[in-house]
């Protein structure tokens, strides 16, 4: 089956390979952490797609760095990072439950993905562009034409049954938190009585429980929700009340300061204008001081002349 130059059948069984891998490394670690065994991921089968899809994508879309392992390293930390955190948002919108959550670690984006997580996804691409895909492209290219045939069809339709099952299982989830979210609002009440739902009913309904112990339904975080912005609206109008009301007292201060300034200016010109008019008056006295000396002694003096004449 070759689609745009390539074998599907070659790439869906690297797909399911390294989704088997993925699905071991999980249990390892849950088996670790729990010191029992845990069927991780959302199907039933022993794989878990989203670690498959990774490395398909690192597969196909970093071809061209390989030249480059820094650049390599960083390009599959944002390619995988990215997936985990769309596969957990859509999963959340589609079945109104939280699957995973980094809320509680440190260097998170909205709990869907953190730094502990996304590091090792940058290694884990270095191996498999150097080491892991060579070896098993060559193996399943070896496969006789039959077997590879008889392996993928195997495979692919036990995956598609499985997520049909799977989905139905999951989508119970979402159908026991509607029915319970009528009664309760409280985010870990709705949580726990999903979760006594869920363990009541059949074994892949326990095994799902099981497999993500943190499970958290989400509707119930619509009221919380509501209540964190509406917080956040007050204490941003108060902050911004409290802004506009110091602004508008700095402004009043400044208008105040300007106003004293005009009037000492004012006051200043006003008392300059007085002064000048005060020496305007005092010359025009001044002036009316030396004309009345000067016709007074024009008057004496011809007085003055017509004494001396009459005495002759």
């Given at each position: 089956?070759?689609?745009f130059g390539?074998?599907?059948?070659?790439?869906?069984?690297?797909?399911?390979t390294?989704?088997?891998?993925?699905?071991c490394?999980?249990?390892?670690?849950?088996?670790?952490?729990?010191?029992?065994?845990?069927?991780?991921?959302?199907?039933?089968?022993?794989y878990?797609?989203?670690?498959?899809?990774?490395a398909?994508?690192?597969?196909f879309?970093?071809k061209?760095y390989?030249?480059?392992?820094v650049?390599?390293?960083?390009m599959?930390?944002?390619?995988?990072g990215?997936?985990?955190?769309?596969?957990?948002?859509?999963?959340?919108?589609?079945?109104?439950?939280?699957?995973w959550?980094?809320?509680?670690?440190?260097?998170?984006?909205n709990g869907?993905?953190c730094?502990?997580t996304?590091?090792?996804?940058?290694?884990?691409?270095?191996f498999?562009?150097?080491?892991?895909n060579?070896f098993?492209?060559?193996?399943?290219?070896l496969l006789?034409?039959?077997?590879l045939n008889?392996?993928?069809?195997?495979?692919?339709?036990?995956?598609i049954?499985?997520?049909i099952?799977?989905g139905?299982v999951?989508?119970?989830?979402?159908?026991?938190?509607?029915?319970?979210?009528?009664?309760?609002?409280?985010?870990?009440e709705?949580?726990?009585k999903?979760?006594?739902?869920?363990?009541?009913?059949?074994?892949?309904?326990?095994?799902?429980?099981?497999?993500?112990?943190?499970l958290?339904?989400?509707?119930?975080?619509?009221?919380e929700?509501?209540?964190?912005?509406?917080?956040k609206?007050?204490?941003?109008?108060?902050e911004?009340t409290?802004?506009?009301?110091?602004?508008k007292?700095?402004?009043?201060?400044?208008?105040?300061n300007?106003?004293r300034?005009?009037?000492n200016k004012a006051?200043?010109?006003?008392?300059?204008?007085?002064i000048?008019?005060?020496?305007?008056?005092?010359?025009?006295n001044?002036?009316?001081?030396?004309?009345?000396?000067?016709k007074?002694?024009?008057t004496?003096?011809?007085?003055?002349?017509?004494?001396r004449?009459n005495?002759?």
């Amino acid at each position: 089956m070759i689609i745009f130059g390539i074998d599907i059948r070659i790439y869906f069984l690297l797909f399911m390979t390294y989704a088997i891998l993925g699905w071991c490394m999980e249990v390892t670690c849950k088996l670790i952490q729990y010191k029992r065994f845990i069927n991780r991921g959302f199907l039933i089968g022993p794989y878990c797609p989203i670690y498959g899809y990774g490395a398909i994508l690192i597969t196909f879309l970093l071809k061209k760095y390989t030249n480059d392992p820094v650049i390599l390293f960083f390009m599959a930390i944002i390619i995988c990072g990215t997936l985990e955190y769309l596969t957990s948002y859509f999963m959340e919108k589609i079945f109104k439950a939280r699957w995973w959550d980094y809320s509680q670690k440190k260097f998170n984006i909205n709990g869907r993905v953190c730094l502990n997580t996304i590091v090792p996804f940058g290694l884990l691409g270095l191996f498999i562009m150097y080491v892991s895909n060579p070896f098993f492209i060559s193996k399943i290219q070896l496969l006789p034409e039959i077997w590879l045939n008889i392996l993928f069809w195997t495979l692919l339709i036990i995956y598609i049954v499985d997520n049909i099952v799977s989905g139905i299982v999951i989508r119970y989830v979402k159908k026991t938190e509607k029915i319970v979210g009528k009664d309760l609002d409280n985010t870990e009440e709705i949580t726990k009585k999903v979760k006594e739902v869920l363990q009541n009913k059949s074994v892949l309904h326990r095994r799902l429980l099981n497999a993500y112990p943190s499970l958290e339904a989400v509707k119930i975080k619509i009221k919380e929700k509501k209540e964190e912005i509406k917080e956040k609206v007050e204490e941003q109008r108060e902050e911004f009340t409290n802004k506009v009301e110091q602004q508008k007292k700095e402004f009043e201060n400044k208008v105040e300061n300007q106003k004293r300034e005009v009037e000492n200016k004012a006051h200043e010109v006003a008392k300059k204008i007085e002064i000048k008019r005060k020496i305007e008056r005092m010359k025009n006295n001044e002036n009316y001081i030396s004309i009345t000396i000067s016709k007074k002694e024009r008057t004496n003096g011809s007085n003055n002349k017509r004494f001396r004449n009459n005495s002759k």
